[in-house]
């Protein structure tokens, strides 16, 4: 079955970048959105963006100007690159899958997830 | 942007319970709409989309209903594995961001 991996480094100073990758094992990337989403410590979910296999993107307006997803077909990867990262940025990152279909209707939701990976910014 | 509220922040329920969450959305947004479960440490879990359609090997004691602004998760029958967080999540990027709900955790009474 499909699963997804995140990893990176888990301690980022303030103002520098955070750089973190999701491998995907058991099928491909291709054909498919991926995923961004975080989880602060204590709060809810907050979505970063995705990409579609291909190279389009669609990222959050509230972290537009700092974040970049890309996906290698090569690796089976995507990546998620967060540039002056705060405290603020303290955060579970999890990689999901955003998936479609039709059933009396086209739907679209995160069918597969990453368990998630912490990262702390600090100095 | 859509807003999504979630009520109530906190339930405390007891195994066997019948329990309801609401999601409400500050416009329209069809029957785009997922629920998630998430329990610490590990993925969250698919559990409803398209409002109502219940995602594969979840068991039928979870439902979702609704549409437009306001949707519900119900769970009919407490069991031990469902205390958790529950999310919602509008799934259109037509309406703007992915947002989800601010979650409801669910415990133990």
């Known amino acids: 079955q499909v699963q997804l991996q995140e990893s990176g480094p888990g301690l980022v100073k303030p103002s520098e970048t955070l750089s973190l990758t999701c491998s995907v094992s058991?099928?491909?990337?291709?054909?498919?959105?991926w995923s961004w989403i975080r989880q602060p410590p204590g709060k809810g979910l907050e979505w970063i963006g995705y990409i579609y296999y291909s190279g389009t993107t669609n990222y959050s307006p509230t972290l537009k100007s700092r974040v970049t997803i890309s996906a290698d077909t090569s690796k089976n990867q995507v990546s998620l690159n967060l540039t002056s990262v705060t405290a603020a940025d303290t955060a579970v990152y999890y990689c999901?899958?955003?998936?479609?279909?039709?059933?009396?209707?086209?739907?679209?939701?995160?069918?597969?997830w990453g368990r998630g990976t912490l990262v702390t910014v600090s100095s | 942007d859509i807003q999504m509220t979630q009520s109530p922040s906190t339930l405390s329920a007891s195994v066997g319970d019948r329990v309801t969450i609401t999601c409400r959305a500050s416009?329209?947004?069809?029957?785009?709409l997922a629920w998630y479960q998430h329990k610490p440490g590990k993925a969250p879990k698919p559990l409803i989309y398209k409002a109502s359609s219940l995602e594969s090997g979840v068991p039928s004691r979870f439902s979702g209903s609704g549409s437009g602004t306001e949707f519900t998760l119900t769970i009919s029958s407490l069991q031990p594995d469902d205390f958790a967080a529950y999310y919602c999540q509008q799934c259109n990027t037509f309406f703007g961001p992915l947002i989800f709900g601010q979650g409801t955790n669910l415990e133990i009474k």
């Open positions: 416009q329209s947004i069809g029957t785009w």
């Open positions: 058991g099928g491909s990337i291709s054909s498919y959105y």
């Open positions: 999901a899958r955003w998936t479609s279909g039709y059933s009396y209707g086209t739907y679209w939701y995160f069918d597969l």
